[in-house]
């Protein structure tokens, strides 16, 4: 019969460790609210808000509701072509940071979440925007 190295088994066990430790990326059934988009933070007193159920995604981009769908797979988040929103008046300020939502939303390839932070990131890994958890 074989044995098994101390080293080996201390690499087993702390290779079963840490896999039962890994974190829950799941991001569904959460809210979030934008800090940053493009590297700049968002307009103050203008509430964007993110908020992700089943693969569906939806919140306020500070003037008008929208929604549509979204897949999430390990830290894979892709964004669907059915973005939807209603059609209010707004504000140039509120509807350019509207607008640079939108195409930000449309380049998203995969996420990163850190305590209570979620960042979305474009294919080559630069971040789009930040949001904070919403209760």
Same mark, same amino acid.
């Given at each position: ?12 066990? #702390? =290779? ?8 829950? /990326?799941? %991001? ?5 609210? @934008?800090?940053? #988009? =493009? ?8 509430? /964007?808000? %993110?908020?992700l159920?089943?693969?569906? @995604?939806g ?25 939807v ?28 979440l ?5 960042a ?12 904070s958890?919403?209760?």
């Amino acid at each position: 019969m074989k044995r098994i190295s101390l080293a080996t088994l201390f690499v087993l066990i #702390l =290779g079963f460790l840490l896999s039962a430790c890994k974190p829950d /990326v799941s %991001l569904k059934n959460t809210l979030w609210r @934008l800090v940053s #988009l =493009g590297g700049q933070p968002a307009l103050a007193d203008v509430e /964007v808000t %993110l908020n992700l159920e089943d693969g569906q @995604l939806g919140g306020s981009d500070g003037c008008n509701s929208y929604g549509g769908s979204y897949t999430s797979k390990g830290s894979k988040f892709t964004v669907g072509a059915d973005i939807v929103s209603t059609m209010m008046y707004c504000t140039d300020t509120i509807n350019y940071q509207s607008v640079a939502y939108y195409t930000a939303l449309s380049q998203v390839a995969s996420f990163k979440l850190e305590d209570q932070t979620l960042a979305l990131v474009d294919a080559n890994g630069k971040v789009l925007m930040e949001f904070s958890r919403s209760e």
